[in-house]
C-alpha cells in the first residue's frame, strides 16, 4: 500500500475516517516507520496545544462585570429609584399644603385655610383632604409663634419647603449615583 | 483575588455581598447561581464570572491576539450572557455556553479584521498566506522566546502568526473540543472545509515551530 495522504493522518487522529479507511490506515502504520513517525509529530502537535497553560488573567473581570449588569436588574437599583420617586411626590405635597399652614401658625393669616373641598367622586382625595385637616388642626394651637416668623406668607412656607426638599432630593441622588465604571 | 464586590450602584462602595454570602456562593453550582442571578441577584453572577473569566478571556486572546481587546470581549461575553440569562438552562454546563458567547464575539471582531464575516472560505487573508504557505512572525520575536526556552511561549506566537480563519479552526478543535460538525456549523462553512483549514493550519504551525526552535 502506498503511504496515506498526510491529511489522512489528521483525520486519523481526529478519529473522522470511516471504520474501513481506519482499518486500511492502521494497517499500514504498523508496517511503515515513515508514517509512525509523521504521526507521531502530529500527535506531539496535538499535545502540545491540548496542554498549552492558560494564559494569566491580567486583571479580575468580577467588578467591572457587575458594574454594567448591576444598574440594570438589581433590585436594590429598583428600590432607590422608587423611594427618590416617593420623596419628590413627598416633597410637593409638603410644598403645597404644609405653605398655608405654617403661615396660620406663625399668624401671617389669623385663619387656617379651609381644608379642601372632597371631590364625592374620588376616594383618593377625599382620604387626602381628611389628613390635611387633622394636620392643620394639629397646628391650631401650637402655643406663641416667634415674630421672627410672622412676616412669611403660604406661597414663600411653600417655597422654602421646596426648595429644601430639592436640597434633600439632591444629596440623595449622589449618594445613590453610580460609580464612573458603572456608567460605561 | 478581592473576595469583596464593588457594590455598583451606590457611592458607598460597601460590599454588594457579605463574606458569608461569598462563601455561600462558593458552594452552589454554576446553575444555582444563574438562578439566583436570573431572579434578582447579580451578585450571585459575580461568582460565575470569578469561576469562568480565565477561561472566557483565554479564548478571547488566543483568537484575537491582545490583551486589552481580549479583555474588553471578555467582559462584553459576561454581560451579555446575563441579559441573556432567561435563555441559559440551568440544568446544563454554564461553561461552554459563556464559552459560545465568547467565541461568536471574538469571531465577529476577526471576521470585522478580514472585512467580512470570519469563513474557512478563501479569505484576502487566507490568499495572503497560502501561496506561500508561511506564517507571519512580524509581531513575534522567536529569537527571545527560543533563547528563554519558552516553548509554550514560541507555541502562542505561532498561534497568534495564523491566519484568523486558521486560528478559529484550531481554537475551536483543539481548545474547545468541538466535533468537526460543530465547528462548521460555528463558522457556517461545509465540514469539508474544516478538514482542510485544520490540516493547513496544523501544518503552519509544524512548519513555524520548526523554523523558530
Known sequence: MSHPAAEILDLYLDDQLDAGARATVAAHLSTCP???AELAAVQDLFRELETLPADRLPRDLTAPVLARIAPARSWRAALAAALLGAQVALTGLLALWIGPTLAGWAGAVTTLPEPPAVDPAGALAAGWALATAQLQSLLNSPGPAPDLLAGIGPQDWALLVAAAGGLWLLGNRLLL????EARR | MDGTLAQPWGAAHRPLSTPAEIETW?????GQLA???RGGRPDAYGELVRRHQLAVYNIAYRLVGEREEALDLA???FVRAYAALANFDPARPFGPWINRVVTNLALNVLGRRAGAPLSL????AAESHAGGGALTDSA???ERVYLAGERQALLRQAILALPPHYRAVVEL???QDRSYDEIAAALAIPPSAVKSHLFRARRLLRQWLEDHA
Open chain 2, 75 to 77: 467582559q462584553d461575553a
Open chain 1, 177 to 180: 449615583a453610580a460609580p464612573p
Open chain 2, 121 to 124: 472560505e478563501r479569505s484576502p
Open chain 2, 35 to 37: 438562578m439566583l442571578a
Open chain 2, 173 to 175: 478543535r483543539h481548545f
Open chain 2, 140 to 142: 513575534a520575536e522567536p
Open chain 2, 26 to 30: 462558593t458552594r452552589l453550582t454554576d
Open chain 1, 34 to 36: 515513515a508514517c509512525q
